[in-house]
């Protein structure tokens, strides 16, 4: 069965330094792994999506993820972090019936 | 860009009662969806829905709940009798709009129903 772990439940960062979100995923075959964030009382953005294609997957506000098949890890960055960033950060697997599985979620704080 | 639009926003409701969730997909897609998420625990699928009928539902998707696509732009789901622990916040989803599943489409999600079972 697939399933995805995140392994901070929150992430507190200062506005303009590195943001990294840590996911780690369990599949018996090739994922197709997402991120979702969620802001305040609003549904589920997809920020990114990997598909089997480039390992290096880009996002929109420019937030990137890299898929480590030797890790199984498809951890979320992005270099500088902004007010607009904090929200709640879902790691997702699709499984083989293309329902989604969801993380626990992974709250991120930003500091002025 | 295209939304998936969820109403209510809100629905507060006596145990017992019937209560219907509605949402417009995206107006292209095929696939649709169903997931809720109880206060401090995971998003957990509901239903997936493609064809008019049913594809997949979770162990929680019990004879309580049913899904309906009453016209070309509706996406209910209904929950006949209400217990406490339905309350949670439904989200809603659709995708596609290609008929192939392996392109492995994603799925965009509405802004939820909170729901609130007194």
């Known amino acids: 069965a697939q399933s995805v772990t995140q392994l901070d439940s929150h992430v507190s960062v200062s506005e303009g330094t590195p943001v990294l979100l840590r996911c780690n995923y369990s599949?018996?075959?090739?994922?197709?792994l997402f991120w979702y964030v969620q802001h305040p009382n609003k549904g589920l953005q997809l920020l990114l999506k990997?598909?089997?294609?480039?390992?290096l997957v880009k996002g929109i506000n420019g937030f990137e993820a890299e898929f480590k098949k030797s890790e199984t890890s498809f951890h979320l960055t992005k270099p500088s972090a902004h007010m607009s960033d904090a929200a709640e950060y879902f790691c997702?697997?699709?499984?083989?019936?293309?329902?989604?599985?969801f993380g626990s979620g992974t709250r991120l704080l930003v500091r002025p | 860009e295209p939304e998936v639009t969820q109403t209510p926003s809100h629905q507060v409701t006596q145990m017992g009662q019937e209560v219907i969730l509605r949402c417009v997909p995206i107006?292209?897609?095929?696939?649709f969806y169903w997931y809720r998420q109880i206060l401090g625990q995971k998003v957990e699928f509901l239903v997936s829905?493609?064809?008019?009928?049913?594809?997949?539902k979770s162990e929680i998707f019990d004879d309580q709940f049913s899904v309906e696509r009453p016209d070309g732009s509706n996406f209910t789901l209904k929950i006949r009798s209400t217990k406490l622990e339905d309350s949670a916040m439904y989200f809603c989803?659709?995708?596609?709009?290609?008929?192939?599943?392996?392109?492995?489409?994603?799925?965009?999600f509405g802004d939820g129903t909170r729901l609130s079972i007194l």
């Open positions: 829905f493609y064809n008019n009928e049913i594809s997949e």
């Open positions: 107006s292209n897609h095929l696939y």
């Open positions: 990997y598909t089997s294609a480039a390992t």
């Open positions: 997702v697997v699709m499984d083989s019936s293309y329902k989604l599985i």
């Open positions: 599949s018996s075959y090739s994922p197709s």
């Open positions: 989803a659709s995708s596609g709009p290609f008929p192939d599943r392996y392109s492995n489409q994603p799925q965009h």
